[in-house]
T-cell receptor, first 113, second 114 residues
Framework: DQQVKQNSPSLSVQEGRISILNCDYT??????FLWYKKYPAEGPTFLIS?????DKNEDGRFTVFLNKSAKHLSLHIVPSQPGDSAVYFC????????????FGKGTKLSVKP | KAGVTQTPRYLIKTRGQQVTLSCSPI?????VSWYQQTPGQGLQFLFE???????NKGNFPGRFSGRQFSNSRSEMNVSTLELGDSALYLC?????????????FGPGTRLTVL
């Protein structure tokens, strides 16, 4: 059973507009949620994270929103740039000493000039 | 500062063989995790090591094993390879092993089983 779900395999956005990537989870025990970006032939790169005690975290053009009651989080990229084109993974992990990440299957974002 | 390095980058094996993959974490990082990425299953956690001890293990058969050395370098081994083991194997390191600790990923080892 998939605990972290990204239901949109792909998303296409015009340069300068907002990109919204969504992620749902089923396990209420998750303490942290993270977003990673992955280019072909490279490992995932950390983008931004949010603790379960917060509902928003912002870093430059990237903002993550967490809705615990809906078990839903989203990543907003504003404004979108062609260099943002990549696969975005949502991940979650438990509190305490467990560092393993549970990943969604990813959403491929294409930002068109 | 050097990133996470993985060797080899590409590997071709045949069914029934075994393989050993290597991961060197970022200097000062004590936690190493391994993940398998396939088109169908996405990124799946294999195991996590911290200070030479396996702290956590994913839902993979016993053919998958790993270890961590005193210098934090890690290896993973897959015995009796099956076609379904063809995947990108990613290693990630972090300073500690707590939730929310940023994990830095290597470029991966692409394993093809024929």
């Amino acid at each position: 059973d998939q605990q972290v779900k990204q239901n949109s395999p792909s998303l296409s956005v015009q340069e300068g507009r907002i990109s919204i990537l969504n992620c749902d989870y089923t396990n209420s025990m998750f303490d942290y949620f993270l977003w990673y970006k992955k280019y072909p032939a490279e490992g995932p790169t950390f983008l931004i994270s949010i603790s379960s005690i917060k509902d928003k975290n912002e870093d430059g053009r990237f903002t993550v929103f967490l809705n615990k009651s809906a078990k839903h989080l989203s990543l907003h990229i504003v404004p979108s740039q062609p260099g943002d084109s990549a696969v975005y993974f949502c991940a979650a992990n438990y509190g305490g000493s467990q560092g393993n990440l549970i990943f969604g299957k990813g959403t491929k974002l294409s930002v068109k000039p | 500062k050097a990133g996470v390095t993985q060797t080899p980058r590409y590997l071709i094996k045949t069914r029934g063989q075994q393989v050993t993959l290597s991961c060197s974490p970022i200097s000062g990082h004590r936690s190493v995790s391994w993940y398998q990425q396939t088109p169908g299953q996405g990124l799946q956690f294999l195991f996590e090591y911290f200070s030479e001890t396996q702290r956590n293990k994913g839902n993979f058969p016993g053919r998958f094993s790993g270890r961590q050395f005193s210098n934090s370098r890690s290896e993973m081994n897959v015995s009796t390879l099956e076609l379904g083991d063809s995947a990108l194997y990613l290693c990630a390191s972090s300073k500690l092993a707590g939730a929310g600790d940023e994990q830095f990923f290597g470029p991966g080892t692409r394993l093809t089983v024929l």
